[in-house]
């Protein structure tokens, strides 16, 4: 009797390699001609796992993000994995935008991962566990038919798959 498999869909982003990409995005800022002067702060906040950036005007702030952006290329980090807030302008004449770091599977989206398994009529059972997904199955050819599911959809977070057994 064959033995079932399962695997687990989560979404972690690794905190140091951010930390890492926003230590390059200061140095790169500070060292830039167009920025150097412009006294802006980028903020990582590790707690609460958001992002602040102060800058003076709109397209200074803009041009740290594109930076900010870029280093999480380069560090393999999804740009899913920021959650952009609204720019707030302050009395001062600065700029400031809060960026929220997205850690864990919320309901509403391990829902609609759920739904989209089951519509599929694929053999498998989806277990929703606080911020992550079990996914099990009678064979790995389900499995990985359920994982290539997955990863045609867009689900606005970055997922990984761990645990495949």
């Known amino acids: 009797m064959a033995k079932e498999g399962s695997f687990d869909i989560v979404s972690e982003v690794n905190m140091q390699e951010i930390d890492n990409a926003v230590n390059q995005t200061i140095k790169e800022v500070k060292t830039r001609y167009d920025l150097k002067q412009s006294n802006s702060e980028i903020i990582l906040n590790r707690e609460k796992h958001e992002i602040l950036i102060v800058s003076e005007n709109d397209?200074?702030?803009?041009?740290?993000?594109?930076?900010?952006?870029?280093?999480?290329?380069?560090?393999?980090?999804?740009?899913?994995?920021?959650?952009?807030?609204?720019?707030?302008?302050?009395?001062?004449?600065?700029?400031?935008?809060?960026?929220?770091?997205?850690?864990?599977?919320?309901?509403?989206?391990?829902?609609?991962?759920?739904?989209?398994?089951?519509?599929?009529?694929?053999?498998?059972?989806?277990?929703?566990?606080?911020?992550?997904?079990?996914?099990?199955?009678?064979?790995?050819?389900?499995?990985?038919?359920?994982?290539?599911?997955?990863?045609?959809?867009d689900f606005s977070i970055p997922l990984q798959f761990t645990n495949y057994r």
Not at 88 to 97: F, L
């Open 59 to 153: 397209f200074t702030l803009k041009s740290i993000l594109d930076i900010l952006k870029s280093k999480f290329v380069k560090r393999d980090i999804s740009l899913k994995a920021l959650k952009a807030g609204k720019v707030e302008h302050a009395i001062s004449g600065k700029v400031r935008q809060k960026f929220d770091i997205v850690q864990g599977i919320s309901q509403d989206i391990a829902k609609e991962i759920n739904k989209t398994v089951k519509e599929s009529k694929l053999k498998v059972n989806v277990q929703i566990d606080k911020e992550k997904l079990r996914v099990f199955g009678k064979s790995k050819d389900v499995l990985q038919e359920a994982i290539s599911l997955i990863k045609s959809k």
